[in-house]
């Protein structure tokens, strides 16, 4: 295990020169894995998009994020065969794709697993470790789930726990999309967030039977809370994208853009930058900064970039905005 951990070493620092070069020890390997226990990670709460509600993060202190990293390398290298409904955390995959297939359906169905990292167990993980396309050896298998693992689980807030979760829900899509099959519907995943669509009103009592008792054959249960069906006279979304008739992005999403743009062309970069970071520690993107606040320009042009994406490059929306842009970045430089 140090052999291959210490081959990612070397392709992560041919990538990344200003990184530690320091090689990994099977020393270090089991301090991580099974000695460093209580002070492996540091847990905190952010705010969910729903009032009152937190999300429970887990960071790895920085000798196991290191590992972690590397550990994901090699994980990635070796599991390219990700279900096809399963959208979060794969290359080449986004929440766009994850939209798509449902563009234009009837009938949406947005659920949300309950406790969806802490649900995935370590024993599961190392199941899933010593199957292909893995195939580990049980006592490898123990060691990686042991350093990837916290407390019998998976530590949402540890950059391996996506991958794992995704190798390990392969059962679970395959099912579920066999459900799809049977109810002549849509299927996809986004990590935690799965949507199903219909052009029939197919979803009642015995689809949600059906689907409640394969969540829970596999270890999971959905949040009832959060269940919605979006029906045609609503706005329909998946996983942020509007898909009633082709994907876009909500209206707020593009005023928004433009506010930011007023203000900054009319009250100045300081100004603009001010209202920024009052704002900016209620959105979502604020936990992916580990709560600093980037500069207006870069969150504009990602805002904007996003637009693009989910509207096209072609879409005269997106064109305005980044020919403001950069004519308001212009003037003030």
């Known amino acids: 295990m140090a052999f291959a951990l210490n081959a990612a070493l070397q392709q992560d620092l041919d990538e990344n ?5 320091k090689l990994i020890t099977p020393k270090l390997l089991n301090y991580y894995a099974y000695h460093k226990k209580e002070t492996r990670y540091r847990t905190f709460q952010i705010a969910k998009r729903t009032r009152g509600e937190f999300r429970t993060i887990k960071a790895p202190d920085h000798g196991l994020l290191r590992l972690q990293r590397l550990l994901l390398r090699c994980l990635t290298a070796a599991f390219t065969t990700s279900h096809p409904a399963s959208h979060g955390f794969v290359p080449g995959r986004s929440v766009l794709t994850n939209a798509l297939p449902h563009v234009g359906h009837r009938f949406v169905l947005n659920l949300d697993l309950r406790n969806f990292f802490p649900s995935t167990s370590v024993g599961r993980v190392m199941a899933v470790l010593q199957l292909p396309p893995f195939s580990l050896a049980k006592e490898s298998a123990y060691l990686v789930a042991n350093l990837c693992c916290d407390q019998g689980s998976l530590p949402q807030g540890a950059p391996t726990s996506p991958l794992l979760t995704n190798a390990v ?16 519907c849509t299927y996809t995943r986004y990590a935690d967030d799965l949507t199903f669509s219909c052009n029939r009103p197919v979803f009642r009592a015995a689809f949600h039977q059906e689907l409640n008792a394969t969540l829970a054959a596999e270890g999971y249960q959905q949040n009832e809370q959060k269940q919605r069906l979006q029906t045609p006279e609503t ?20 005023r928004q853009i433009r506010a930011m743009l007023h203000n900054w ?14 704002h900016y520690p209620t959105s979502k993107a604020h936990a992916r900064h580990n709560g600093k606040v980037p500069k207006l320009e870069r969150v504009l042009a990602g805002k904007i970039a996003y637009l693009g994406m989910v509207r096209g490059q072609n879409d005269s929306a997106f064109l305005n905005l980044i020919k403001s842009f950069l004519r308001i970045k212009d003037a003030g430089q």
Request: charged share 30%; glycine share 4%.
């Open 169 to 184: 829900c392969q059962r679970l899509d395959r099912r579920l999309q066999q459900l799809a099959t049977r109810h002549r």
């Open 265 to 278: 062309e009319t009250k100045g970069y300081e100004a603009a930058s001010a209202t920024l970071r009052q």
């Open 17 to 21: 020169p200003q990184h530690k070069p």
């Open 235 to 254: 706005r329909q979304e998946v996983t942020g994208i509007v898909v009633n008739d082709r994907p876009n992005v909500p209206r707020e999403y593009v």
